[in-house]
């Protein structure tokens, strides 16, 4: 929004144009209702005098003869276009008279009055492809004389239509006269008198424009006149007078309510700066107060650990807010003490090494406030009934304790400590319980992203720990713990030296390179753990692998790595399905039958069968009861 006066309209421009604004609507309504009734009588005298003849002109026409037409060369047809043609001679305003039915395929023209030479004139039969809205609708049920509502226009010029039923002897209607009168003269008067209303409309404009300058320069003068005292009032001269001719009642109320709001503005200036300049003191405060809470709270999100993240609290809070003791104390997990985990004093470096704590109850106010979840304010520390003396503390004569919160439970307190008594006021509580609540959710995650941490590497080891458990037993299963490809043909490996280097490459889970004979040992690692080994020799000898070729090879290792698990858990889940199966087909063969004998021998039978290698199973019931 543009706020500069300079650039918005005076008071009497505004009204001048709305002032001339009204009287050009005044004008263009009477002008236009004027022309639209010239317009509508102009119409209304053409569609009577077409009504008049197409009336006339229906009772003329042969309904016996005109079923009788059947095509243009006819005699009925040269009677009915004679008698058409008589009606159109008798004014020289009618352009086209003719009769039109009806058939399955729409309207179509049976006699179009002509003479030789004519041109437009439609042939007997000849479809209506265009027939005007009103024939349209009305055709079938047509039992009066009607006009098209509007003058159609085309490049022949323009045109009102009319149509009247045509009845024969029997009664029945057996046609449609239509005739067309020219409409030329009629929109030619309709345009002279648009164009004098214009004409008016234009003499009218500076007459109009002139009368609303000087009503409205009537209207705003004493508005110009208080603008003006007004601005040297703003500018800092309140003894301007304030007399104002009035040329109404409102300007007159208007200039004696300005003369009593600038008398108690008078009044009120003496007492405004006082009250600003300490409103301003109280704002630079607070708002220096906001700024350092929002530079503490960026320096500690970016700390992890607790231990470095208490010192470093109390240290940005002595420096930004200028106290000389900050203490963070922190709740025991009984609930019941409050133990000092950081400060920034030599007073409070003393009570770290003695491992300051004080009670959750009243004797105190880090106590009270822990215990109770509310700030405190101890305005003269020496004779607060809340506070005891503290010889580490001795120059202290304001403190200020808040309760570190995290959703509604008290985890701790911030303490700061001042050498100048009434330090601290109820204001300076709202902002620094933001401080609070910034370091409680800082404790809050370090804590937690330090229990994170401490799961992550249990899981880590725990995952570690079975995967080698795994590959251990996976490796005892087959029958061949690893192959070798000569650059012929592949075979198992045999040789106890293959076994021990892949034993040493487990241990150290890091690739190694022969100096003797140039190979490259590459270990396959799997989530951590070395399940196997990748070992390349040259043919020629001595041999320098380069970086290209090592990531490949430790590329195709950690492919390998994850083929092997594949394979290793499908071989695991088939042998859990078949040791389901076997269980299932064991269950069946027991739930078929009932007696406890044959039971028990279906039992031993089915463990015979499918437990390979077993030579006897026993089945047997202990004859004495089991005892606790």
């Known amino acids: 929004m543009n706020n500069n006066p300079s650039k918005q309209p005076s ?8 002032f001339t604004l009204s009287g050009l609507l005044i004008s263009v309504s009477i002008i236009a209702i004027l022309y639209n009734n010239l317009k509508a009588g102009l119409q209304e005298e053409l569609k009577n005098r077409l009504l008049t003849i197409t009336s006339i002109a229906a009772l003329q026409q042969d309904g016996d003869t005109l079923l009788k037409v059947s095509a243009r ?4 047809y040269k009677i009915i276009n004679e008698r ?8 020289s305003d009618i352009i086209y008279v003719y009769t039109m039915r009806k058939n399955e395929e729409g309207i179509y023209f049976v006699v179009d009055a002509n003479l030789p030479g004519d041109e437009g004139i439609a042939d007997f039969g000849q479809p209506y492809l265009e027939p005007g809205p009103t024939l349209e609708q009305n055709f079938d049920t047509i039992d009066r004389t009607i006009i098209e509502p509007e003058i159609y226009t085309d490049e022949f010029g323009s045109f009102l239509s009319a149509y009247a039923p045509i009845y024969a002897s029997t009664g029945e209607r057996v046609g449609v006269l239509g005739i067309d009168i020219a409409a030329d003269k009629i929109v030619a008067r309709e345009r002279r008198i648009l164009n004098q209303s214009l004409l008016l409309f234009a003499v009218s404009l500076p007459v109009i424009a002139l009368l609303g300058y000087l009503l409205g320069r009537f209207v705003t003068s004493p508005y110009v006149k208080l603008t003006t005292i007004a601005q040297k009032i703003a500018s800092g001269n309140l003894e301007e007078s304030t007399q104002i001719p009035a040329n109404s009642r409102e300007a007159a109320l208007l200039a004696d309510s300005f003369r009593t709001m600038t008398q108690k503005l008078r009044q009120l200036v003496g007492t405004l700066e006082l009250q600003v300049a300490d409103r301003t003191q109280k704002l630079e405060k607070r708002a220096s107060q906001s700024q350092a809470v929002s530079s503490v ?15 470093k609290i109390t240290e940005l809070v002595c420096e930004h807010f200028g106290v000389y003791h900050t203490g963070i104390f922190l709740v025991d997990e009984e609930n019941k003490l409050a133990i000092l985990r950081a400060s920034n004093s030599p007073g409070g470096q003393k009570m770290l090494s003695r491992r300051h704590r004080l009670k959750l109850d009243t004797n105190s106010i880090v106590g009270y406030v822990a215990s109770r979840g509310n700030p405190r304010i101890a305005l003269d520390v020496g004779t607060d009934a809340f506070f005891f003396n503290n010889p580490d503390l001795p120059e202290t004569r304001s403190e200020m304790a808040l309760p570190l919160s995290i959703g509604g439970r008290v985890i701790g307190v911030l303490d700061v400590q001042s050498t100048h008594p009434n330090a601290f006021a109820e204001e300076d509580v709202a902002t620094l319980s933001t401080l609070a609540d910034q370091i409680a959710i800082a404790i809050e995650n370090t804590r937690l992203f330090a229990e994170a941490q401490n799961a992550l590497r249990d899981s880590e080891t725990s995952f570690e720990r079975y995967i080698k458990q795994e590959w251990s037993s996976f490796a005892r299963r087959i029958k061949n713990t690893g192959y070798t490809f000569d650059g012929t043909r592949s075979q198992p490996i045999k040789s106890k030296d293959g076994r021990e280097k892949v034993k040493t490459v487990t241990q150290t889970g890091r690739l190694s390179l022969e100096r003797d004979n140039g190979g490259i040992t590459i270990p396959i690692r799997l989530r951590g753990q070395t399940i196997g080994m990748l070992d390349v020799k040259p043919k020629n000898g001595s041999r320098k692998w380069t970086q290209d070729e090592i990531t490949l090879l430790e590329a195709a290792a950690e492919r390998a790595a994850l083929a092997l698990e594949n394979a290793r858990l499908v071989e695991s889940a088939q042998q859990r399905a078949a040791r389901e199966r076997t269980i ?3 269950s069946a063969r027991l739930g078929s039958v009932s007696d406890v004998e044959a039971i028990m021998q279906t039992a031993v039978e089915e463990l015979g069968r499918k437990i390979g290698g077993a030579t006897e199973v026993t089945i047997e019931f202990s004859e004495e009861g089991s005892q606790e």
């Open 84 to 91: 058409n043609l008589k009606i159109r001679s008798a004014d």
């Open 73 to 76: 060369d006819d005699e009925y």
């Open 297 to 311: 709270a960026r320096a500690i999100t970016t700390i992890q650990d607790i231990d470095l993240l208490l010192p």
């Open 584 to 586: 299932g087909e064991i």
């Open 11 to 18: 008071l009497l421009t505004i009204l001048t144009l709305a």
